[in-house]
C-alpha cells in the first residue's frame, strides 16, 4: 500500500469514447503527477500539479485532459484516444514539486480498441 | 536535453548471485538520484541520493552515488526470485524527475 490509489485498474475502451481516470493520495503530499508508461520506453511525464495549479505540461495531446480539484485528487479524462495511446498511467505524488520522493499508484491498464 | 541511461536493459542470474545496476545521467541542475523497484503494480521507492548522502544501504541492497563520474550503482547480495522486478533509476533536475528505461532483473530458483 503506497498511500497512492488509482481507479480503474483496467480499462478498454473505443476511439471515440470518453473515460476518465481518477487517482487519490491520502499522503498529505502537495504535488501530483501523471505519468505514460509503454513497453521498452521511460517513464514518461504527462502532468505535474503543485498545490492544484498545473505546473507542467510536456506537450501532451489535447485528447489527454487533466483536472486537480483539491490537493488530494487528480484527475485524466481521455477522450477520441489512438491506439498507440495504450500503455499503462501511472499517477504519482510527492510532498513538494521538486521535492522527492514521489510514491507512486499501481496505475490503470489502457488498451484502446 | 536531460537524459537517464540504465545498463544492462536485462539481466538473469541464479538465485543467491551477486548483481550490479548501472545508472549514468546527463541532467541539468543535478538535485539527487532516486531507484524505484517495480513488480506487476507501481514502482516502490528504495533509496534517494543526494550530494550529501552518496550511499545507502538497506538489507541486501545498496546504492552508491559517483557525482564525478555521474553515475550510480545499485547492488543486490545473496538474491532471491522476490528480487526478480524492473529497476527503474531517475534523476531529479532543475525541473522535473528523468526516469531511465529501467533493468530487468530475472532470478532463477
Known amino acids: 500500500e503506497t498511500g497512492v490509489t488509482q481507479t480503474p485498474r483496467h480499462l478498454v475502451m473505443g476511439m471515440t469514447n470518453k473515460k476518465s481516470l481518477k487517482c487519490e493520495q491520502h499522503?498529505?503530499?502537495?504535488?501530483m503527477y501523471w505519468y505514460k508508461q509503454s513497453a521498452k520506453k521511460p517513464l514518461e511525464l504527462m502532468f505535474v500539479?503543485?498545490?492544484?495549479?498545473?505546473?507542467e505540461n510536456n506537450s501532451v495531446p489535447s485528447r489527454f485532459s487533466p483536472e486537480c480539484p483539491n490537493s488530494s485528487h487528480l484527475f485524466l479524462h481521455l477522450h477520441t484516444l489512438q491506439p498507440e495511446d495504450s500503455a499503462l498511467y501511472l499517477c504519482?505524488?510527492?510532498?513538494?514539486?521538486?521535492?522527492?520522493?514521489?510514491?507512486f499508484g499501481d496505475g490503470t491498464r489502457l488498451s484502446i480498441l | 536535453e536531460d537524459k537517464v541511461v540504465q545498463s544492462p536493459l536485462s539481466l538473469v542470474v541464479h538465485e543467491g548471485d551477486t548483481v550490479t545496476l548501472n545508472c549514468s545521467y546527463e541532467?541539468?541542475?543535478?538535485?539527487?538520484l532516486l531507484w524505484y523497484k517495480q513488480e506487476k503494480k507501481a514502482p516502490t521507492f528504495l533509496f534517494m541520493l543526494?550530494?550529501?548522502?552518496i550511499e545507502k544501504k538497506s538489507g541486501r541492497l545498496s546504492s552508491i552515488l559517483d557525482k564525478k563520474e555521474l553515475s550510480s550503482i545499485l547492488n543486490i547480495t545473496a538474491t532471491q526470485t522476490g528480487d526478480s522486478a524492473i529497476y527503474l533509476c531517475?534523476?531529479?533536475?532543475?525541473?522535473?524527475?528523468?526516469f531511465g528505461q529501467g533493468t530487468r532483473l530475472t532470478i532463477n530458483p
Open positions: 543526494t550530494s550529501s548522502g
Open positions: 500539479y503543485s498545490l492544484e495549479e498545473r505546473v
Open positions: 504519482a505524488s510527492s510532498p513538494g514539486e521538486l521535492v522527492q520522493p514521489q510514491h
Open positions: 499522503l498529505g503530499h502537495n504535488a
Open positions: 531517475a534523476v531529479q533536475g532543475a525541473q522535473k524527475l528523468v
Open positions: 541532467v541539468t541542475n543535478f538535485r539527487s
